[in-house]
């Protein structure tokens, strides 16, 4: 009948609707509109992140491998969140190497955004490493605040006795998910850090490191080529003592002329 009849009109100038309906109709008309008229709380969102003193591809190399080791993890846990495409974690460098590009859950911005703070550090004289460390019985959430407490202390003494030429503060990431370690440092430094670790946790084996090596002669597209057919299935397979699969990553850095390989030393 017309009286059960629902009109619905839009008014553009006042972005309003009008709605006539029956009183017993109108009830579920406004249901509907509130429901229509929700604002759905994005789940991912993207950002461009400057590099101010790193290379990009490297960071974002580095950043990419640890959420990806993350994701492996809880998928060997049965989590259906691993395998959710909501879930996925996208990192890459600019062809400038210059900017990280990050698509990710918008709840998962906030870490990605503070590793990518503590890798990006100033260069200095003494070349900056990453190192990844799988650690078996110590807890590596505890074991990076005790060694960010002592690195801290000796790197502040350093920088007092020599300003201008003290190397660049180490820093410490943790992997809760797999319970590995993300250190950057100097060699020099890393000898001190190992023998730490090594006092705390008597498992601690290296994981995975990441160098860049710059070409005086060879080009870097072509050589990469050559580089990847040569060590293809080279890479380390899980073994007995808390090492977990490797897989070997090479990559040119743009406007370089420099490769950038990351996997077991």
């Not at 370690?181 to 601690?204: M, N, R, Y």
């Not at 090479?250 to 077991?264: A, M």
Request: hydrophobic share 40%; glycine share 4%.
């Amino acid at each position: 009948s017309r009286a059960d009849e629902i009109t619905v009109q839009a008014d553009t100038t006042t972005n309003s609707i009008l709605v006539r309906a029956s009183e017993k109709q109108r009830k579920m008309v406004e249901e509907l509109i509130a429901k229509l008229d929700d604002v759905a709380e994005p789940t991912r969102e993207m950002k461009i992140v400057k590099i101010q003193f790193s290379s990009a591809n490297q960071v974002a190399m580095t950043v990419q491998t640890m959420f990806t080791q993350t994701q492996t993890a809880r998928r060997g846990r049965g989590s259906a969140a691993a395998t959710d495409p909501g879930e996925k974690i996208v990192i890459t460098a600019s062809p400038d190497d210059r900017s990280v590009v990050i698509d990710a859950p918008v709840r998962k911005m906030p870490e990605i955004l503070e590793l990518i703070t503590k890798l990006d550090v100033q260069e200095s004289t003494q070349e900056l490493l990453v190192r990844t460390y799988q650690l078996k019985d110590a807890n590596a959430t505890e074991l990076s605040a005790s060694l960010t407490q002592i690195f801290t202390v000796r790197w502040q003494e350093e920088r007092r006795k020599n300003p201008k030429n003290a190397p660049p503060q180490p820093t410490f990431t943790v992997n809760v998910a797999t319970n590995q370690l993300i250190i950057g440092a100097t060699a020099l430094q890393f000898e001190e850090i190992e023998k730490s670790i090594s006092d705390v946790e008597k498992a601690a084996v290296l994981a995975m490191a990441t160098k860049t090596f710059t070409l005086k002669h060879a080009d870097a597209n072509d050589l990469i080529e050559v580089l990847r057919t040569m060590l293809q299935g080279a890479s380390p397979r899980g073994r007995r003592g808390g090492v977990t699969e490797a897989v070997l990553q090479i990559s040119t850095l743009p406007g370089s002329n420099s490769i950038v390989v990351q996997g077991p030393p």
